[in-house]
């Protein structure tokens, strides 16, 4: 054990012994000044007492007030309060004492503990300010002159942290857009105006910035961007839990693109949700792995996790392991398993999001997706139908749209099929969006792998761009989406603006700091890839009560001409599946390409 270490115990221990001598030096003098430094021999005789008293009360009430448990490295005018509080209360302690045991405590002249009070806020207050000003120029050497955006009690709670906390910053500087603040001071650091960046670098030599405001993504971007302008390669976002530091993190591509929605309904999902047994399939998947986390957190009753990856099962099952769970290895497929597990768990509500969804993949593997994705669909579908499952959940994308590529036509079968089969009791809901960041196989990774090697960075094509959106966020609005769906209906999420790929490449070598060393190479489009991701057939849609919510109107299908043509789709040969694809989405329109 280091007895120098900074910790809470030693910091009290250590105040406690220079309060324990302070407070003598200061009655002893209080008893010099009473007496003009000649103190008579009976005052004299009679001061261990009054001092044994006194200190006590002091030490008594400066616990009591928790003097012993801040940081005084930081000192500032909340603690000084608190020491000033506590003192009073510990000399109108000492007060009512003398005015009961007035025997115990003669001689003694009552003007010294008025003279005392003020000497002990003096210096004992002296010694802490003296102290923090010590460590403030001693440590300044050491750490780098940071800046925080957000004049927010959060960032008074980062400052108290940088402080006492070995964290390599020093805040020298707030900087804030809201005029009401501006030239204020937040624990004694001053408030510069946003819009004055540069001059507070150059002033300050600010090397490092700290964000502790939350802004939406454009705001951020926007401040990023001109801090990267000014030179500034080390900004972090803070994260707090209460008013404690839990996390300072790098910005990352998520934050700077992410569509935070603000109309997410966290009470309609917790009722849609809370003591209810969901089967998830694809539970090993992004998507339905983060839906399965959604549900323990709103209080699902029961998880049944279906997935054909013994890793991936394993994985979100190990996560979730205090919660109860029914890992099933399964395949989607197995229309006889699959029937088996709905019937024996009678799950209330099923979230379909097992799928192939890679779209080169998929079309080098059409008959594998046919299979997979819409058979697989239509088995848990009819499984649902027929043990009377209240609501099932299809997971779609924004590749059905006018689709291009076999992964998208086969997802828009499956949006056909939740549409137009007699669902009897179930209520049956499709919901599409686009990609989310950081889900497996899609571009954020890949780029991050990229610049881990050096380089390059391929883009497709300087043109295309995508839609974007946080996995949690999407997978809570899905589940919203699911709680207000009647059947039948399609919903779409608001994916907000579409972003150039080759905007979001750049966006993460400057992240990175390797925008001057790795190029960009665009490679051409892949199999079945365009360059517009669509998220609505036209303008027809209907808003929702949410604004990140739509829903569309339905396509009349006849039922038993789609379920004639599936059965014939299985059985085509793989040659001859995309052809019979756009027999059955008309709007299917393949980008011709060769296998190798």
Same mark, same amino acid.
């Given at each position: 054990?280091?007895?120098?270490?900074?910790?809470?115990?030693?910091?009290?221990?250590?105040?406690?012994?220079?309060?324990?001598?302070?407070?003598?030096?200061?009655?002893?003098?209080?008893?010099?000044? *009473?007496?003009?430094?000649? /103190?008579?021999?009976?005052?004299?005789?009679?001061?261990?007492?009054?001092?044994?008293?006194?200190?006590?009360?002091?030490?008594?009430?400066?616990?009591?007030?928790? %003097?012993?448990?801040?940081?005084?490295?930081?000192?500032?005018?909340?603690?000084?309060?608190?020491?000033?509080?506590?003192?009073?209360?510990?000399?109108?302690?000492?007060? /009512?004492?003398?005015?009961?045991?007035?025997e115990f405590f003669i001689p003694m002249p009552r003007s010294v503990i008025l003279i005392d009070f003020f000497l002990s806020i003096f210096f004992i207050g002296g010694f802490r300010f003296l102290k923090r000003l010590f460590?403030?120029?001693?440590?300044?050497?050491?750490?780098?002159?940071?800046?925080?955006?957000?004049?927010?009690?959060?960032?008074?709670?980062? %400052?108290?942290?940088?402080?006492?906390?070995?964290?390599?910053?020093?805040?020298?500087?707030?900087?804030?857009?809201?005029?009401s603040m501006i030239n204020t001071y937040l624990a004694n650091i001053k408030v510069y105006d946003l819009r004055n960046l540069e001059r507070v670098i150059e002033k300050l030599n600010i090397s490092s910035v700290i964000i502790a405001k939350d802004y939406d993504t454009k705001k951020l971007d926007k401040i990023f961007e001109r801090l990267k302008e000014l030179g500034i390669e080390d900004?972090?976002?803070?994260?707090?839990l209460g008013d404690r530091v839990e996390e300072l993190k790098d910005i990352s591509i998520e934050d700077l693109l992410a569509r935070k929605p603000k109309d997410l309904d966290i009470k309609v999902i917790k009722d849609f949700i809370e003591n209810k047994t969901v089967l998830i399939t694809g539970a090993g998947g992004s998507i339905g792995s983060e839906i399965a986390r959604q549900c323990s957190r709103f209080g699902a009753k029961k998880l049944i996790l279906l997935d054909n990856s013994e890793y991936n099962l394993y994985t979100i099952t190990e996560e979730l392991s205090t919660y109860d769970i029914v890992p099933l290895m399964q395949t989607v497929v197995d229309r006889e398993?699959?029937?088996?597990?709905?019937?024996?768990?009678?799950?209330?509500?099923?979230?379909?999001?097992?799928?192939?969804?890679?779209?080169?993949?998929?079309?080098?593997?059409?008959?594998?997706?046919?299979?997979?994705?819409?058979?697989?669909?239509?088995?848990?579908?009819?499984?649902?139908?027929?043990?009377?499952?209240?609501?099932?959940?299809?997971?779609?994308?924004?590749?059905?749209?006018?689709?291009?590529?076999?992964?998208?036509?086969?997802?828009?079968?499956?949006?056909?099929?939740?549409?137009?089969v007699d669902a009897k009791e179930t209520e049956i809901v499709a919901v599409r969006f686009g990609n989310v960041l950081g889900s497996s196989g899609s571009v954020?990774?890949?780029?991050?792998?990229?610049?881990?090697?050096?380089?390059?960075?391929?883009?497709?094509?300087? #043109?295309?761009? *995508?839609?974007?959106?946080? %996995?949690? #966020?999407?997978?809570?609005?899905?589940?919203?989406?699911?709680?207000?769906?009647?059947?039948? #209906?399609?919903?779409?999420?608001?994916?907000?603006?579409?972003?150039?790929?080759?905007?979001?490449?750049?966006?993460?070598?400057?992240l990175y700091g390797k925008e001057k060393e790795i190029e960009i190479v665009f490679t051409g489009l892949r199999p079945g890839e365009k360059l517009f991701e669509e998220l609505l057939l036209d303008e027809t849609e209907q808003k929702t009560k949410y604004e990140s919510i739509y829903v569309t109107r339905p396509t009349i299908y006849d039922i038993d001409v789609l379920e004639k043509n599936i059965e014939e789709l299985?059985?085509?040969?793989?040659?001859?599946?995309?052809?019979?694809?756009? #027999? /059955?989405v008309k709007e299917f329109q393949p980008k011709q390409y060769k296998k190798s």
């Open positions: 054990m280091n007895i120098f270490k900074p910790t809470v115990a030693n910091r009290a221990i250590f105040f406690l012994i220079f309060d324990l001598l302070i407070s003598l030096f200061t009655l002893y003098l209080s008893y010099l000044l *009473r007496f003009n430094f000649h /103190i008579p021999a009976d005052h004299l005789h009679n001061f261990p007492k009054v001092f044994v008293v006194l200190v006590s009360l002091k030490i008594l009430f400066f616990f009591a007030f928790k %003097i012993y448990f801040f940081a005084w490295r930081f000192f500032s005018l909340n603690e000084a309060k608190k020491l000033l509080f506590a003192h009073i209360a510990a000399y109108f302690g000492f007060t /009512i004492l003398f005015l009961f045991f007035k460590l403030e120029f001693s440590k300044k050497g050491e750490v780098k002159p940071t800046m925080i955006i957000g004049a927010t009690p959060k960032a008074v709670s980062l %400052i108290r942290h940088f402080v006492t906390e070995k964290a390599g910053y020093w805040p020298v500087a707030i900087v804030d857009d809201n005029s900004i972090k976002l803070a994260k707090l398993a699959i029937n088996k597990t709905i019937k024996k768990y009678r799950p209330d509500i099923i979230v379909h999001a097992a799928a192939y969804k890679h779209v080169p993949l998929v079309e080098f593997n059409p008959k594998e997706a046919v299979i997979n994705n819409i058979l697989g669909t239509k088995n848990v579908i009819d499984a649902s139908i027929k043990y009377g499952v209240k609501k099932f959940v299809l997971i779609s994308t924004d590749k059905a749209v006018r689709p291009t590529n076999v992964m998208g036509a086969t997802k828009r079968v499956c949006e056909l099929y939740a549409q137009n954020i990774p890949k780029f991050k792998e990229q610049i881990k090697k050096g380089g390059p960075l391929t883009v497709t094509h300087p #043109e295309v761009t *995508r839609y974007f959106m946080l %996995i949690p #966020e999407a997978c809570k609005l899905v589940l919203q989406a699911a709680a207000i769906a009647k059947g039948g #209906e399609i919903f779409i999420l608001d994916m907000g603006e579409p972003v150039k790929i080759v905007d979001l490449a750049k966006k993460m070598l400057k299985l059985k085509t040969d793989e040659n001859s599946i995309v052809a019979k694809l756009q #027999e /059955i």
